[in-house]
């Protein structure tokens, strides 16, 4: 599906990755990880989008986010990178493209792939081997949903909620760390086909698209 998760439908959830330019790093230390999670609060206020699950890499981002009527998906990712970009050039007396082209975003449908997508970014440091435990990895949404507390950034979507309710933290953990192999695979094919959900998500989504492109009925034009 070529657009439709530009279009950034408040309510729906969307999974974004923004990675550096050539892979080039774009946070190099503790201070640049800070000033992207102080710009991202910063427009989190400001449009009133919810924030899920996200995890900051030395050369990528990842959010799992649902915009509000205030502000659609475009307008916030462009503002968050354009502001981080000038930050960071000036802080390294640098020029040119610091992210690579646009960013990608995937829909999510919430019931049947919200939490393995939350999985999935939570465990990007302990997949490529730069920790041996999530709870290492200081720069993710992981330690607001293992220990409960307010971070000040990260939402709690109901649905996490109630399949972590009775287990607690200790639940969430074993999820998060415990294999899911075939679950993960799906995941990653669904990801390559533009939308995280089954063909009657797609279905609504591509009538959600077509009827958001409709141009509205006026006077027939004249002769």
């Not at 774009?26 to 102080?38: A, Q």
Request: charged share 30%.
């Amino acid at each position: 599906m070529p657009r439709q998760a530009r279009i950034g439908f408040p309510d729906l959830v969307h999974h974004v990755i923004s990675r550096g330019n050539n892979r080039n790093w774009v946070f190099k230390d503790e201070s640049d990880f800070r000033r992207y999670l102080d710009i991202l609060k910063r427009y989190k206020d400001r449009y009133g989008f919810r924030l899920y699950h996200w995890v900051l890499m030395n050369n990528h981002v990842h959010l799992l986010l649902e915009p509000s009527a205030m502000g659609r998906l475009g307008k916030i990712m462009q503002g968050v990178n354009l502001s981080y970009t000038l930050w960071f050039h000036r802080k390294y007396r640098q020029v040119g493209h610091l992210w690579q082209d646009r960013f990608k975003s995937f829909p999510v449908e919430r019931d049947a792939y919200l939490l393995e997508c939350g999985r999935y970014i939570e465990r990007n440091p302990l997949r490529v081997g730069l920790v041996g435990a999530p709870e290492e990895y200081p720069w993710s949404s992981y330690a607001r949903h293992r220990s409960g507390r307010e971070d000040g950034l990260t939402d709690r979507h109901p649905l996490l909620e109630e399949m972590f309710a009775k287990g607690g933290g200790d639940a969430y953990s074993t999820y998060v760390c415990g294999p899911r192999d075939r679950e993960e695979e799906e995941l990653r094919e669904r990801m390559k086909g533009g939308v995280v959900g089954s063909k009657a998500f797609l279905t609504t989504l591509e009538t959600d698209w077509r009827n958001a492109c409709r141009p509205g009925r006026g006077r027939p034009r004249k002769k």
